[in-house]
Nanobody, 126 residues
Framework: QVQLVESGGGLVQPGGSLSLSCAASVRSFSNYAMAWFRQAPGKEREFVTAIRWSGGNTLYADSVKGRFTISRDKAKNTMYLQMNNLKTEDTAGYYC???????????????????WGQGTQVTVSS
C-alpha cells in the first residue's frame, strides 16, 4: 500500500512561483513512476508531468514545459513540483500519483496510476 501526501499549495499572483511536495510512504520506489495531475473547476483532470523514480526521466505537458520542473529526492521518498511563471490558467487542484512499472507511453495516462494523494489547491490570481 502506497500513501501519498501533497503539500505546498496556496495563492500566488500571476508570474509568481510555488513549490509542491508529495511525500510517499513506501519501502522502495525503484520501479515506480510518479506524476502530477491537476483539475480545474468544471474541467477534467489533466496530466502535468511525470518522472521515473529510478532513472529520473521526465515528461511534461506542453502547457507547462519550460515553466514547471519535476524532481525527486530518493532518500526522502519525496517528489517535488517547482512551478514558475504561473498563469491564471494554472489554477487547479494538484494531485500526485504513483504507478508501478509504467511504460513510457503510459506516463501521461491517469487511469494507469493506482495510488493518489488527496490534492492541494493552487490558485493564481491578482
Amino acid at each position: 500500500q502506497v500513501q501519498l501526501v501533497e503539500s505546498g499549495g496556496g495563492l500566488v499572483q500571476p508570474g509568481g512561483s510555488l513549490s509542491l511536495s508529495c511525500a510517499a510512504s513506501v519501502r522502495s520506489f525503484s520501479n515506480y513512476a510518479m506524476a502530477w495531475f491537476r483539475q480545474a473547476p468544471g474541467k477534467e483532470r489533466e496530466f502535468v508531468t511525470a518522472i521515473r523514480w529510478s532513472g529520473g526521466n521526465t515528461l511534461y505537458a506542453d502547457s507547462v514545459k519550460g515553466r514547471f520542473t519535476i524532481s525527486r529526492d530518493k532518500a526522502k521518498n519525496t517528489m517535488y513540483l517547482q512551478m514558475n511563471n504561473l498563469k491564471t490558467e494554472d489554477t487547479a487542484g494538484y494531485y500526485c500519483a504513483a504507478a508501478y512499472k509504467l511504460i513510457w507511453s503510459s506516463l501521461a495516462l491517469q487511469h494507469q496510476y493506482l495510488y493518489w494523494g488527496q490534492g492541494t489547491q493552487v490558485t493564481v490570481s491578482s
